[in-house]
T-cell receptor
Framework: AQSVTQLDSQVPVFEEAPVELRCNYS??????LFWYVQYPNQGLQLLLK??????LVESINGFEAEFNKSQTSFHLRKPSVHISDTAEYFC????????????FGQGTILTVHP | GAVVSQHPSRVICKSGTSVKIECRSL??????MFWYRQFPKQSLMLMAT?????????EQGVEKDKFLINHASLTLSTLTVTSAHPEDSSFYIC??????????????FGQGTRLTVV
């Protein structure tokens, strides 16, 4: 079984500031890792994913996440946030034979203030 | 990415009635669909997995007789909450994925359904 912990339930930041949303996971098998974003009153959108290869993965809107196997972490970062980044972010893991089944973290609400 | 449409987005029903939620893959064949539930201030929890043409597999603690899942076609899965009670009020969201020819495990999510039972 897998579990995911998002250490911060809410992260307020000012526009153009850097941000890091933390995610730690536990699993006894190899995992695939995901970050999803949920804007108000909308469904989940995939932000980025780690399947294999380079441990640093990037999204098209400036977010990046690094898979750290030794620390079992997959923190999400952005060097300069925008107001439009305000949303809830979910870290998720799929592991082993749990093909297609995602275990989610509790979510982190990112609020970007002007 | 592929599009998954979930309907309705919001529904209010009376206690004891049944509610059906639809999840459609609009531009791909969804061989597998997943149903999740999210209570306020909690994470999404997988309820069940359904494969087209076969019975759904429910996660531990989810009542199969209460949450009926049908996946009769490659583009449609339905979740029916039977005899709904206020404690069933939650955010229900589906995800769908197509045939797996590679190892890309991306699943596409619907918009979710906010169910309120009064």
């Amino acid at each position: 079984a897998q579990s995911v912990t998002q250490l911060d339930s809410q992260v307020p930041v000012f526009e153009e500031a850097p941000v890091e949303l933390r995610c730690n996971y536990s699993s006894s098998v190899s995992v695939y890792l995901f970050w999803y974003v949920q804007y108000p009153n909308q469904g989940l959108q995939l932000l980025l994913k780690y399947l294999s290869g380079s441990t640093l993965v990037e999204s098209i809107n400036g977010f990046e996440a690094e898979f750290n196997k030794s620390q079992t972490s997959f923190h999400l970062r952005k060097p300069s946030v925008h107001i439009s980044d305000t949303a809830e972010y979910f870290c998720a893991v799929e592991g082993g034979t749990s093909y297609g089944k995602l275990t989610f973290g509790q979510g982190t609400i990112l609020t970007v203030h002007p | 990415g592929a599009v998954v449409s979930q309907h309705p987005s919001r529904v209010i029903c009376k206690s004891g009635t049944s509610v059906k939620i639809e999840c459609r893959s609009l531009d791909f064949q969804a061989t597998t669909m997943f149903w999740y539930r999210q209570f306020p201030k909690q994470s999404l929890m997988l309820m069940a997995t359904s494969n087209e043409g076969s019975k759904a597999t429910y996660e531990q603690g989810v009542e199969k007789d209460k949450f009926l899942i049908n996946h009769a076609s490659l583009t449609l899965s339905t979740l029916t909450v039977t005899s709904a009670h206020p404690e069933d009020s939650s955010f229900y969201i589906c995800s769908a994925r197509g045939p797996t020819t590679g190892r890309d495990p991306e699943a596409f999510f619907g918009q979710g359904t906010r169910l309120t039972v009064v």
